[in-house]
């Protein structure tokens, strides 16, 4: 990760001044930082390993948990922490099933579904049908450019990391 810090804070520049641009200074804000900053970090991972190692992804939850608490909205709360369920629950049973994503992807989703939901249910949607458009677009392009790509996996992670940042961005305020 250490060749990766660069990358990793452009990233973090530029979609923190995006979320800052459309959040403003608000009390959920802390919570939206520090997922870009886990989202830059994880993309980063997934991009040269193939792997959403738990030291990143399982320290996400207490963290954005506590942080999307201090705005003291009980029902965005709920919302965050019923959508972070569906979400896990609904990768791990595809990642289970041989659906091509792993348990990493999973716990990744998971944290997409605490920090999207906590928006609203459309942006949450609109994160996950992006990520898995753009990553079929993806693998399709490359599958006709090149014969190889056709047996190599494809990391997954920066599709739906960046398709929630890009959601959060986007969602109406």
């Given at each position: 990760m250490?060749?990766?810090?660069?990358?990793?804070?452009?990233?973090?520049?530029?979609a923190?001044?995006?979320v800052?641009?459309?959040?403003?200074?608000?009390?959920?804000l802390?919570?939206?930082?520090?997922?870009t900053?886990?989202?830059?970090?994880?993309?980063a991972c997934?991009?040269r390993?193939?792997?959403?190692p738990?030291?990143?992804?399982l320290?996400?939850?207490p963290?954005?948990a506590l942080?999307?608490?201090?705005?003291?909205?009980?029902t965005?709360y709920?919302?965050?922490l019923?959508?972070m369920?569906?979400?896990?629950?609904?990768?791990v049973l595809?990642?289970l099933?041989g659906g091509?994503?792993?348990?990493g992807?999973?716990k990744?989703?998971?944290?997409?579904?605490?920090?999207v939901?906590w928006?609203?249910?459309a942006a949450?949607?609109?994160a996950?049908?992006?990520?898995?458009v753009?990553a079929?677009?993806?693998?399709l392009?490359?599958?006709?450019v090149?014969r190889a790509a056709?047996?190599?996996?494809?990391?997954f992670?920066?599709?739906?990391?960046?398709?929630s940042?890009?959601?959060?961005?986007?969602?109406?305020p």
């Amino acid at each position: 990760m250490r060749r990766d810090r660069l990358p990793i804070a452009i990233g973090v520049l530029i979609a923190g001044s995006a979320v800052v641009w459309r959040l403003g200074y608000r009390a959920e804000l802390p919570a939206f930082l520090a997922f870009t900053l886990l989202a830059c970090g994880l993309v980063a991972c997934d991009a040269r390993l193939m792997r959403l190692p738990n030291s990143l992804t399982l320290p996400g939850y207490p963290v954005l948990a506590l942080l999307l608490a201090i705005p003291l909205d009980g029902t965005a709360y709920l919302r965050a922490l019923l959508a972070m369920a569906v979400t896990f629950t609904a990768h791990v049973l595809l990642a289970l099933t041989g659906g091509g994503l792993g348990l990493g992807d999973a716990k990744a989703a998971g944290l997409v579904g605490l920090t999207v939901g906590w928006l609203s249910w459309a942006a949450l949607l609109q994160a996950i049908l992006l990520a898995y458009v753009s990553a079929g677009l993806y693998a399709l392009g490359r599958a006709l450019v090149e014969r190889a790509a056709r047996e190599r996996a494809l990391a997954f992670g920066p599709f739906l990391l960046g398709a929630s940042m890009l959601a959060v961005v986007l969602a109406s305020p």
